[in-house]
């Protein structure tokens, strides 16, 4: 699989040749447009980022999840310039692929549980962001390459 900056530098030309009217576009009320998917992967990436660096540093950690639709709300990436959040995106996934690339063997065998679920290492937790990275982005219509 590949690392968090690759799929980064693989994806970023296709999102990037979307106009501003493309990225907003909805195919249904109830379905997130591309800015509010790419506004998504940003929210995962904070609250990633939280459980990265505080699983790296103790063992054994229960973690709250978080209510994705309220945060794309809250965001309001929907009335956001593109080229805003998909900057955002950029420089946030690439500071999370920093991060993670400097994790060490001890601390990715570190387990924390997160809303309740059953406990995952930090290993899997760092490889399971990037799936679900891969996941949204191939969700976007339009971009080149797809």
Known sequence: MPGLREVVLEHLPGLQALADEQAGHKL??????????????????????????????????????YDQNAWVSAGAYQQRPWAEVLTLWQAYQLHLAHIIEHLTPAQLVHTLSIGGGEPVTLGFLAEDYVRHQLHHLTQIPGRVGA
Not at 33 to 62: M, P, W
């Open 28 to 65: 249904a009320p109830e379905v997130w447009s591309a800015k509010e998917i790419v506004g998504h992967l940003v929210d995962s990436g904070v609250n990633n980022h939280a459980r990265f660096v505080r699983a790296a540093g103790e063992d054994g950690l229960s973690l709250p999840g």
